[in-house]
């Protein structure tokens, strides 16, 4: 039998490195890293809410006529300015002037007839009966002309407040309908103004009214403008799936804005919620609301727990879960870190 004596040779130098090699492993692996580390504790954070919407008065109408017929004339445009009682819009009112003389006439012959009666039955000619439906004719007769003379009124339009006409959906001389839109118009003339949003329902679980708010726009004469949450909707929009909060600035905006004009508003709620904050180089594999740390609670060895994300602002991430039984956080050298991996922690 050979001997191959270049094995036999190298055998033992193959089987020294190997040892070598891991002897320095295991040193390696007992080296501690150097990390440093803060305590979190728990604080109360009052977490600014963002949303954007659209200006409103929250009265914009669609105004109409209560009657049919032909509109007359239009005596306003698109944008113009309206005060209370300004005639806007108004029918032609042959027909419906017509019906109300027709009305007077049956009215003035039921009151006649209701005289004659009333002298036969003092004299026992006629019957109670004839006389008392000699009354009720009288009583048809004249709720008959009061409908008449309030279609009469209702064929004209006039505003009900200081405002502006925001669109005109009709012209002179159109056949319309009952009810048809004429013209949409606000109540802005006094400057009640709102910024109407929306938001999640986490977000308006969150807020109340009263809570303060500021609200900014794209017109650099307007600034920044102090408001209130003055409305916050019951119930959800079926079309959106948010709720609706209603911003109302502190001061007028006579002329100012338009409506459907674009604004956005940080609001920041009374009541705040208890959570920890750490620093964005401290979370580890952020998924959603769920994110891992490393936190260490005898000083020695490094602990990889799971956290739930509460929020996250402009330089920190809100925890709201997952320091209860340790708030000793890693927050430098997490990187070279594996669960329960030793380390030295550094200043």
């Not at 039998?1 to 089987?15: A, Q, S, W």
């Not at 009900?160 to 925001?166: A, M, N, P, R, V």
């Not at 159109?174 to 109540?187: E, L």
């Not at 802005?188 to 500021?214: C, H, K, M, P, Y």
């Amino acid at each position: 039998m050979k001997i191959n004596y270049i094995y036999l040779f190298l055998f033992p130098i193959i089987l020294y490195g190997c040892k070598q090699s891991t002897g320095d492993m295991a040193k390696t692996e007992d080296v501690p890293v150097p990390v440093k580390v803060i305590g979190v504790q728990q604080q109360m954070v009052y977490e600014p809410i963002y949303a954007s919407g659209n200006f409103t008065t929250d009265d914009e109408t669609v105004r109409s006529f209560k009657t049919g017929g032909i509109v007359q004339r239009l005596f306003v445009r698109e944008g113009d300015a309206v005060k209370k009682g300004q005639l806007l819009a108004s029918l032609d009112l042959t027909e419906i002037s017509s019906q109300v003389t027709q009305a007077t006439l049956a009215y003035e012959k039921a009151q006649r007839d209701y005289q004659r009666v009333t002298n036969l039955y003092h004299d026992s000619v006629v019957t109670l009966e004839q006389f008392q439906n000699a009354g009720t004719g009288l009583d048809i007769a004249r709720e008959q002309l009061t409908a008449a003379r309030f279609n009469r009124t209702f064929s004209e339009i006039r505003a009900t407040e200081d405002g502006f006409i925001l669109k005109k959906f009709v012209n002179d001389g159109q056949v319309v309908g009952p009810g048809t839109p004429v013209f949409q118009t606000n109540g802005a003339g006094d400057g009640n103004w709102i910024l109407r949003v929306a938001v999640s329902d986490g977000q308006w679980n969150n807020l109340e009214t009263g809570d303060s708010a500021v609200i900014t726009t794209d017109l650099p004469d307007l600034g920044e403008l102090g408001a209130l949450v003055s409305r916050k909707s019951e119930g959800v929009d079926p079309v959106t799936g948010t709720f609706t909060i209603d911003i109302k600035p502190n001061r007028n905006l006579i002329q100012k804005v338009a409506s459907g004009m674009f604004g956005k508003v940080t609001i920041t709620p009374a009541h705040g919620r208890k959570l920890w904050s750490i620093p964005y180089d401290a979370l580890l594999d952020g998924d959603g609301n769920k994110g891992y740390v490393f936190v260490t609670c005898d000083r020695r060895k490094a602990t990889r727990i799971k956290v739930s994300i509460a929020g996250i602002t402009r330089d920190k991430v809100l925890i709201d879960k997952g320091f209860e039984k340790c708030n000793t956080l890693i927050i430098s050298g997490n990187a070279y870190l594996s669960d329960q991996s030793l380390i030295t922690i550094i200043p």
